[in-house]
């Protein structure tokens, strides 16, 4: 059984590799994203799947919490999408699978930079650090 990983927005991870695997440095991953002042939206998402789309257990830690306005992580289905840069998704291309998802929201009435970064890793992957980069309009 071959296992894969993802971080929406580009993020994808083979995973199954050996322990020794694991104690490499992590992957690192920056990702831009515009939202509108005071509204709640997606910035980002991380699932781990088994070659049968099947969700895998997935750790995620909010490592810096923005400075204008709040995060929430809540398990919910994500797109599995192909990166070859990192992995492969093989038939789970296109599918719904469980996983966990960032939501951002500013403070109202701010507009302007924020960031957001976030560590996840499955119980057969490498860790993986993703910063996002948010302008508020």
Partial sequence: MRIVAAVAFGTAVCLGAPAAVRAEPPITRQYSRTVD??????VGSSTAWTSECVAR???LTVTQMPGNGTVSVRDGPNRVVQNPAVGTAGACVGKDVMGKQITYRSK???HGKDVVVYESVSDRGPKVVTTVNIEVR
């Fill in 37 to 42: 002042s005071n509204v709640e939206a997606q």
């Fill in 108 to 110: 109202p009435g701010f």
């Fill in 57 to 59: 257990s997935i750790t």
